[in-house]
């Protein structure tokens, strides 16, 4: 947590400093015994700044005192109320001196969450790539897909195929997939079968079994969801039998 924290007497731009050098945009601003002072956020500095605070003014003079907290003692379900209320996007930790023992932040909490490590109030979330949450939008021949979450266990992701477009007909050794279409219509081949696919239905595509998907409609967009089960997730993990892109 110590890229969050500074003392309460450090000046405004020593506070932007100290933001920019570690890469946060907010600070716990701790008084002489430990205890927390207050919060200071990138938008606080502006908005002082923009009141004429000049920038050698310590930051006790604009810190928020009257900050959202929990205890040392706080559950995994009171963080997540806490979190519900979507201005807070951390919560300093403090014992029942009002020491700082901790800070914990929504984004790094869903990382940790998501990849199924056990949670503790103590837990080094500066130990944890927040950047894991923002997945980018891969493009394809055939549409788009995004990630949603990824693991070691398992990977799912939201795909969507452009009106008359078809993915090509593969398979994979090292995972299975579970498919569910959420919009649009088409066609799946499974091994040797065809069948036609609408919003609700689900498929199961163990390992090894040739699939395709196509859409064949020529306006609307084909939506599926697909969870991944294995011990690799790669993209190099497709053997391609048939493209209309021409990617074997």
């Known amino acids: 947590m110590k890229k969050h924290v500074i003392g309460a007497d450090v000046s405004l731009y020593q506070s932007l400093d100290h933001m920019d050098e570690n890469h946060v945009k907010f600070l716990v601003a701790l008084a002489g015994d430990g205890t927390a002072a207050g919060t200071l956020t990138d938008g606080d500095i ?3 700044l923009l009141r004429g605070v000049h920038m050698d003014e310590p930051i006790r003079t ?9 205890r040392d003692t706080a559950n995994l379900s009171g963080i997540l109320e806490k979190f519900q209320s979507p201005r807070i996007e951390f919560l300093p930790v403090l014992d029942e001196a009002g020491r700082l023992c901790n800070i914990v932040t929504r984004r790094g909490l869903h990382v940790l969450l998501l990849k199924n490590q056990r949670f503790q109030i103590d837990f080094d979330f500066d130990s944890i790539d927040e950047n894991e949450l923002e997945y980018e939008i891969f493009a394809r021949p055939w549409g788009w897909y995004k990630t949603t979450v990824l693991n070691g266990m398992f990977q799912s992701k939201v795909v969507y195929v452009m009106p008359g477009q078809s993915l090509s007909l593969q398979s994979h050794q090292r995972r299975e997939e579970y498919w569910i279409i959420v ?9 040797e079968s065809v069948h036609p696919v609408t919003p609700g239905q689900s498929f199961f595509i163990p390992k090894g079994c040739k699939h395709r998907l196509v859409n064949t409609s020529g306006t609307d967009t084909l939506i599926f ?8 997730f790669g993209e190099n993990d497709i053997k391609r039998y048939e493209d209309q892109y021409g990617r074997m």
């Not at 919009?183 to 091994?191: A, D, P, S, V, W």
Request: aromatic share 10%; proline share 0%; net charge neutral.
């Open 225 to 232: 969801t697909e969870v991944q089960l294995g011990d690799y």
């Open 46 to 48: 502006r908005r002082a």
């Open 183 to 191: 919009n649009g219509n088409g066609i799946i081949q499974l091994g």
């Open 62 to 70: 604009v810190i928020c005192r009257d900050f959202t907290y929990v």
